[in-house]
Structure formats: C-alpha cells, structure tokens
T-cell receptor, first 112, second 116 residues
C-alpha cells in the first residue's frame, strides 16, 4: 500500500525566508502525489500535484515541489514566506484502491 | 459560489444522540467522500460514493451510515454518538473515483462535532 511520511510536524520560518516542507513516499508503483493546504478553520485546498508529467511541479501561491524517485521524496518549497502562508500542509498519495492517503501534516508558522 | 458545502458547521451534542451532517457539491462531480480529522489533525477517509454507489467503506463503526440521495449530495448519519466521535468531518468531491488517481479533491469547510 502507498503511504507518505511528513518529516517535521512543525516548521517556523521568518517572513521572507525559504519554506521547505519534507515528504517521503512509499509506493510499489509510480505514485501520484499531492500537497494540500488547510488554513485555520477551513477545508483543504490543493496546492499542487505530481502526475508523472514533469518532476518539478509548480502550484498556487508561489509553491513548487520536486519529485525525486531516487530519494522517494516530494518536498514542497517556497522561496519567500509570507504571513499568509501560516497554515497546515498535508502531503498525500493516491493509491491503487482509489484512496487518498494523507501524511500527518506540518504546521507552518511565519514570524514577522 | 460555494463548491462543496456542509451543514452544520458546528455540532455539539450529548453522548447517545443521533445526528446527521449534510454535504452538497455544485461542481457536477461524480464522486464524493467523507473524511474524519482527529484532534491531532490526522485525516482519514471514511467513505466514498461514486454516482450514488458506495465504493470505499473503511473500517468505520456501523453507527456511521452514509446516504447519497443523488450524486450531488452525500450525508453522514451517526447513531449513538460516543465521546471518541468528536472530530472535524470533511466532505469532499472529485470528478472521478480517485480521479484515475490524479484528480483533485475539493473539500468542504468541515463540520466540528463535539460529543459531551
């Protein structure tokens, strides 16, 4: 079964600094990977997804992620953090049994 | 225009009661889901319906029963509520089942259930 592991339950960055959120996957078949964001008291919203078309995926709000098969990773980055990026971020993998399996989430706080 | 809506947003009730959460999507999607997010924010799928047919039924107590009157609605009924049912429940929809594994799921705003 496919699964994802998010390294670091909490990340704190300064405004303007690089945001790096780590996600490693486990899959016996080529995975389809997603990053979702959850703002306080809201539902999840798709940031970006990897569907095997390109290894570097650009998403909304300046986020991007790179699929690295050799490292089984799909880390999310943003060059310059903004206060509005404070949220919960979830990595997810779509499995063969039509389920979206989520990681435990990473809370991002942005310091002024 | 709200794509996926849920009612109510908050639900506070006593143990042993029966309650329902309603979900509607106006995206024309064929597939709808229910997820449970616990206090540690861990998100786990409970059910999935595709064109009113139950497709995914995770290991969920029988007290939870989804009902899909049409493909735009997926309601969640919970019998004999227990303390451990306290969580945030999210409804979601996608165009296809798992979207051929690549489809985006659109989430509702969540229903925070508190069982006293």
């Amino acid at each position: 079964a496919q699964s994802v592991t998010q390294l670091g339950s909490h990340v704190s960055v300064s405004e303007g600094a690089l945001v790096l959120l780590r996600c490693n996957y486990s899959s016996s078949v080529p995975p389809y990977l997603f990053w979702y964001v959850q703002y306080p008291n809201q539902g999840l919203q798709l940031l970006l997804k990897y569907t095997s078309a390109a290894t570097l995926v650009k998403g909304i709000n300046g986020f991007e992620a790179e699929f690295k098969k050799s490292e089984t990773s799909f880390h999310l980055t943003k060059p310059s953090a903004h206060m509005s990026d404070a949220a919960e971020y979830f990595c997810a993998v779509s499995s063969n049994d039509y389920k979206l399996s989520f990681g435990a989430g990473t809370t991002v706080t942005v310091r002024a | 225009d709200t794509a996926v809506s849920q009612t109510p947003k908050y639900l506070v009730t006593q143990m042993g009661n029966d309650k329902s959460i309603k979900c509607e999507q106006n995206l024309g999607h064929d597939t709808m889901y229910w997820y449970k997010q616990d206090s540690k924010k861990f998100l786990k799928i409970m059910f999935s319906y595709n064109n009113k047919e139950l497709i995914i039924n995770e290991t969920v107590p029988n007290r939870f029963s989804p009902k899909s009157p049409d493909k735009a609605h997926l309601n969640l009924h919970i019998n004999s509520l227990e303390l451990g049912d306290s969580a945030v429940y999210f409804c979601a929809s996608s165009q296809e089942l798992g979207g051929a594994h690549t489809d985006t799921q659109y989430f509702g705003p969540g229903t925070r259930l508190t069982v006293l």
